[in-house]
């Protein structure tokens, strides 16, 4: 039934990427989300399964709620074989994230969906990575947040722009 929802309403599902699942990715998919129509739905995912089951880290949630993102429900998941016939588009956070979830998909077609987040959002090479802040502080993540809503606003306007030709 959900599928067939999917269908006629012409939904279009995007997974954004990172190694655990627990920083980057569900704050890009709680921003992303916000910044898109109805007909999109964002997913998360890692490619670790370190941290499967766990709710995102409490900076991370904490930074959300600073800006009225709640990711606090969200739980850690590793990336499988079928999201990449599930989604549409797979965002990758960083240069060895894309390299693994290019290492994981099957064919070419699943290959083309794998995307740099930040290249989609029309970063240049050098400046196409979404650090890392797991180790770092609360300000890390506060940086984090505002280069994911940037790119956020620009992969919308993107998908704004092409629906319109
Ligand atoms: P994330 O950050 O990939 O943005 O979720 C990390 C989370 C956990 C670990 C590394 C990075 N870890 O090594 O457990």
Avoid at 21 to 30: F, H, K, Q, Y
Avoid at 36 to 48: E, K
Avoid at 123 to 152: C, I, M, Q, R
Wanted: aromatic share 8%; net charge negative.
């Amino acid at each position: 039934m959900q599928k067939l929802l999917e269908k006629e309403i012409d939904m279009t599902k995007i997974l954004v990427v990172c190694l655990g699942n627990i920083c980057r990715s569900p704050l890009a998919e709680g921003i992303l989300q916000s910044r898109l129509p109805n007909h999109f739905t964002v997913d998360s995912a890692g490619t670790i399964s370190m941290h499967e089951g766990c709710h995102p880290d409490q900076r991370a949630i904490k930074i959300g709620q600073r800006y009225g993102v709640d990711i606090s429900l969200q739980q850690s998941r590793p990336i499988v074989a079928a999201d990449f016939q599930e989604y549409d588009h797979i965002y990758c956070m960083d240069i060895s994230v894309y390299q693994k979830v290019q290492s994981l998909a099957g064919n070419d077609a699943e290959r083309r969906k794998v995307k740099l987040f930040l290249e989609e959002a029309g970063y240049t090479k050098g400046h196409n990575e979404v650090p890392d802040p797991y180790w770092g502080t609360l300000a890390d993540f506060d940086e984090v947040y505002h280069l994911l809503v940037d790119a956020s606003d620009k992969i919308a306007e993107k998908f704004r722009t092409e629906s319109q030709k």
